[in-house]
């Protein structure tokens, strides 16, 4: 092997970790010194077709590379295993997800599961970031769809946007161009809600409640200034001077609590009546939280009735 072709072969070991596809470490030293390497223990095949040049166990990054490198040409890391590496957090998954062209047929790796589609362009995959993998918004989309249940869908999806990864407005275009996707209904309607102000699941859940009990639409997300600067309230009915807070397991913390406390009191003082809600009841007690919501709204409207001298609106 020439020094050239030397310094061509430790670099594209180094860019994939270690991990390359058997034609490649041919190209580079030759099948006779493959064999030798593979026969001595210093080189082994983690699949049919892709080898690690050590005899170690593979780090997580090198299972990667050898997932993606055994699904072959035009394999895309995709779904969570994608938007892990994208930044997304709060999700596990021991499987790496793999993409492969509609028309391939190819068995992963134990480890890996590998999913086909006809759609799977330079629109779908990124082109710079290794391993190779499909764009952020494309993977949300593809872990939502592969999901388990309908809920770790929506999960996903408002999770992307809260984390400040994607905008609901770019995951929808996404989804126009994923015609044929499982779920489509339930991610559209979903990133209608989170471009609403939804972005946590907990809000989700309390669009749901809002709707099944025929509640009155609230403004979501609606910011305010106060003492601490602009805070932004989860629900509020602005003419029945309404307030309504999902709170998630982080406002168990002292300065949390203090800090919704010290919020509270200043709505009170500013003429609204708060409504805090625990994410567990929103989702499991919902008749409750929605007779309660009801209650305080039919009490401020005959009051604002009996103000004005005119009926609710």
């Known amino acids: 092997m020439t020094k050239e072709l030397g310094a061509e072969f430790e670099r594209l070991r180094a860019r994939q970790a270690g991990v390359l596809t058997l034609a490649s470490a041919v190209r580079y030293v030759g099948r006779s010194a493959v064999r030798s390497r593979l026969a001595s223990g210093r080189w082994r ?3 049919a077709r892709v080898l690690v040049t050590q005899s170690g166990p593979l780090t997580d990054r090198q299972q990667l590379w050898a997932s993606v490198l055994a699904a072959g040409q035009g394999a895309a890391l995709a779904g969570l295993t994608a938007a892990r590496l994208d930044g997304l957090a709060g999700f596990r998954d021991r499987e790496i997800h793999v993409l492969i062209p509609g028309a391939r047929h190819v068995a992963g790796r134990p480890g890996s599961v590998v999913h086909r589609s006809v759609l799977l362009g330079p629109a779908d995959v990124h082109p710079g970031r290794l391993p190779r993998r499909t764009r952020l918004g494309r993977s949300l989309v593809d872990a939502a769809s592969w999901a388990p249940t309908d809920r770790a869908a929506r999960a996903i999806l408002a999770a992307g946007v809260q984390q400040r990864l994607v905008t609901p407005g770019h995951l929808t275009q996404v989804l126009r161009r994923c015609q044929r996707v499982p779920r489509r209904a339930l991610m559209r309607a979903t990133l209608a809600d ?3 102000g939804a972005e946590a699941l907990s809000e989700l859940d309390f669009c749901d409640l809002v709707r099944k009990f025929g509640l009155p639409e609230p403004d979501r997300q609606f910011r305010r200034q106060d003492s601490q600067g602009r805070r932004w309230l989860d629900a509020v009915w602005e003419r029945a001077r309404l307030v309504v807070e ?14 919704d406390m010290k919020r509270d009191n200043e709505l009170t003082i500013d003429g609204y009546k708060v409504l805090r809600f625990p994410a567990f009841a929103v989702r499991d007690n919902p008749e409750t939280v929605a007779a309660q919501i009801a209650a305080a709204l039919h009490q401020a409207y005959e009051a604002s009735s009996r103000a004005t001298g005119s009926g609710p609106a």
């Open 194 to 196: 989170v471009a609403g």
């Open 246 to 259: 999902i709170d998630g397991r982080w406002h168990m913390d002292a300065r949390a609590w203090w800090a």
């Open 45 to 47: 095949l983690v699949a």
